[in-house]
């Protein structure tokens, strides 16, 4: 088992930053990929950024060039700077940790980003 922890989320106003921290504990050997998903009120979780074990990222177009995910694997830790911030970044953003074989997701518990106008 994979127990993940964020922190970082609050409300910034638009064109402001704010940087979520995701800890992890347990079996995290087991996890090949770490990353961060949103969910916004009445709609889908969808993808914002994800990272392998080797440092290779993946962005949602919606977010490149103002995200930024990282890792500090001493730490067993996950970041997401994200800058310019818009109102549409609005969501409860998650930590995710993908196992591939046997395909197994972990979830925290997500943390609430607010963009004001």
């Known amino acids: 088992q994979v127990q993940l922890v964020e922190s970082g989320g609050g409300l910034v106003q638009a064109g402001e930053s704010l940087k979520l921290s995701c800890a992890a504990s347990g079996r995290v050997g087991s996890v090949n990929e770490m990353g961060w998903y949103r969910q916004a009120p009445g709609k889908q979780r969808e993808l914002v950024a994800t990272i392998t074990n080797s440092g290779s990222t993946n962005y949602a177009d919606s977010v490149k060039g103002r995200f930024t995910i990282s890792r500090d694997n001493a730490k067993n830790a996950v970041y997401l700077q994200m800058n310019s911030l818009k109102p549409e970044d609005t969501a409860v953003y998650y930590c995710?940790?993908?196992?591939?074989?046997?395909?197994?997701?972990?979830w925290g518990q997500g943390t609430q980003v607010t963009v004001s106008s």
């Open positions: 995710n940790g993908r196992r591939l074989w046997p395909q197994i997701n972990y």
